[in-house]
């Protein structure tokens, strides 16, 4: 398993607490007060946002598209994150489970994906119960009676939410914490899909694949390019190379890698510092060929293999052939459906 890929995975107690003061101000002055807040998502964001409501004696209902809460933590539940649970548990959140008899986990540990949700917030939904709807996808908000080109008297009415199984429900206010995990970035520069990138979707997968565990298979004895800057990738590049029959490309935008190698020693956090320092040993071992300045332009699948062509901004081309791709290029959010608000 490869140490630390990710940083604080809550919103902290304040910066929780400030937005849910507003959004109970902005809420629809004219809905009936026995409407809930609605959050979407019940994973380390909207769990906290939902003890808040509690805190605050709001009604609330957290509807999760996936079977359980945490559903985009648990694709990752093989990664251990580089911050101790102490920056990862809300303070609201801590309060109702306390009460609850719940005992904090060691404050310095630094916990999997997998113990979050164990340890943290499977508890946390447990308290709500059926306030927690799982399988649950909203596929739309809007203003009920109201669409997006009318707006004399559209803040006095409640939200209209509908989810995918055709259900219909009002709210007097909504927070939007689905996150972004299901919506990876492209490969592609400038932010479009790279020239067959689509075509080539079975040899590329997204970050932080389980390499040394349930995709062994997939990376064992293969070349297998990493495209991307971010900890994400450097997790899954110091996972590659304990892989002894590995070949492993790193491709980044940059002229350098001095951005993933962070504070070393010197960083906040120490896991993070070390993620760095380890991924800079290896790419100086030659263990890892980095190739800088690579702006991915088109993707072609033949024979088993994917040749990947970099065109920068000056037009200038390089190419990278490998057996896998591993897009560690971020993530965004999806606003489709908020789109009628």
Same mark, same amino acid.
């Given at each position: 398993?490869? #140490?630390?890929?990710?940083? $604080?995975?809550? *919103?902290?107690? /304040? $910066?929780?607490?400030?937005?849910?003061? @507003?959004?109970?101000?902005?809420?629809?002055?004219?809905?009936?007060?026995?409407?809930?807040?609605?959050?979407?998502?019940?994973?380390?964001?909207?769990?906290?946002?939902?003890?808040?409501?509690?805190?605050? !004696?709001?009604?609330?209902?957290?509807?999760?598209?996936?079977?359980?809460?945490?559903?985009?933590?648990?694709?990752?539940?093989?990664?251990?994150?580089?911050?101790?649970?102490?920056?990862?548990?809300?303070?609201?959140?801590?309060?109702?489970?306390?009460?609850?008899?719940?005992?904090?986990?060691?404050?310095?540990?630094?916990?999997?994906?997998?113990?979050?949700?164990?340890?943290?917030?499977?508890?946390?939904?447990?308290?709500?119960? #059926?306030?927690?709807?799982?399988?649950?996808?909203?596929?739309?908000?809007?203003?009920?009676?109201?669409?997006?080109?009318?707006?004399?008297?559209?803040?006095?009415?409640?939200?209209?939410?509908?989810?995918?199984? !055709?259900?219909?429900?009002?709210?007097?206010?909504?927070?939007?914490?689905? !996150?972004?995990? %299901?919506?990876?970035?492209?490969?592609?520069?400038?932010?479009?899909?790279?020239?067959?990138?689509?075509?080539?979707?079975?040899?590329?997968?997204?970050?932080?694949?389980?390499?040394?565990?349930?995709?062994?298979? /997939?990376?064992?004895?293969?070349? *297998?390019?990493?495209? !991307?800057?971010?900890?994400?990738?450097? %997790?899954?590049?110091?996972?590659? &190379?304990?892989?002894?029959?590995? @070949?492993?490309?790193? &491709?980044?935008?940059?002229?350098?890698?001095?951005? *993933?190698?962070?504070?070393?020693?010197?960083?906040?956090?120490?896991?993070?510092?070390?993620?760095? *320092?380890?991924?800079?040993?290896?790419?100086?071992?030659?263990?890892?060929?980095?190739?800088?300045?690579?702006? %991915?332009?088109?993707?072609?699948?033949?024979?088993?293999?994917? /040749?990947?062509?970099?065109?920068?901004?000056?037009?200038?081309?390089?190419?990278?052939?490998?057996?896998?791709?591993?897009?560690? %290029?971020?993530?965004?959010?999806?606003?489709?459906?908020?789109?009628?608000?």
């Amino acid at each position: 398993m490869s #140490d630390g890929c990710c940083g $604080t995975t809550t *919103t902290t107690s /304040t $910066t929780a607490a400030v937005e849910i003061e @507003q959004v109970v101000a902005h809420a629809a002055p004219g809905a009936p007060g026995a409407l809930p807040v609605v959050v979407i998502g019940a994973g380390p964001v909207g769990l906290a946002a939902a003890a808040h409501l509690a805190a605050r !004696g709001l009604d609330f209902l957290v509807l999760e598209a996936g079977q359980q809460v945490g559903a985009s933590v648990a694709q990752w539940a093989h990664v251990r994150v580089f911050s101790p649970w102490r920056y990862n548990i809300d303070n609201a959140a801590r309060l109702l489970l306390e009460a609850d008899g719940w005992s904090a986990p060691d404050s310095d540990w630094l916990p999997t994906g997998a113990e979050l949700i164990a340890d943290y917030l499977a508890p946390l939904a447990k308290l709500f119960g #059926d306030k927690v709807r799982l399988g649950a996808k909203v596929t739309a908000i809007s203003r009920l009676g109201f669409d997006r080109v009318r707006s004399t008297g559209r803040d006095d009415v409640p939200f209209l939410l509908r989810l995918s199984d !055709g259900e219909e429900l009002r709210a007097r206010a909504v927070i939007d914490a689905s !996150g972004t995990y %299901t919506t990876p970035s492209v490969l592609g520069a400038s932010g479009l899909p790279a020239y067959g990138e689509h075509e080539a979707a079975a040899r590329i997968d997204h970050a932080l694949p389980d390499v040394l565990g349930e995709a062994r298979d /997939t990376y064992q004895g293969k070349h *297998t390019l990493v495209v !991307g800057a971010g900890h994400s990738a450097a %997790t899954t590049l110091l996972a590659l &190379a304990e892989l002894p029959d590995a @070949q492993i490309t790193w &491709a980044i935008r940059a002229t350098n890698a001095g951005r *993933t190698y962070g504070g070393g020693e010197a960083d906040a956090l120490p896991a993070r510092g070390a993620l760095g *320092t380890r991924l800079r040993a290896h790419v100086d071992s030659g263990r890892i060929t980095l190739v800088t300045g690579f702006y %991915t332009h088109s993707i072609t699948e033949n024979d088993g293999q994917v /040749t990947v062509i970099s065109r920068d901004p000056s037009g200038a081309e390089q190419s990278v052939t490998a057996e896998r791709i591993v897009a560690a %290029t971020g993530y965004r959010p999806n606003h489709s459906i908020a789109s009628e608000l």
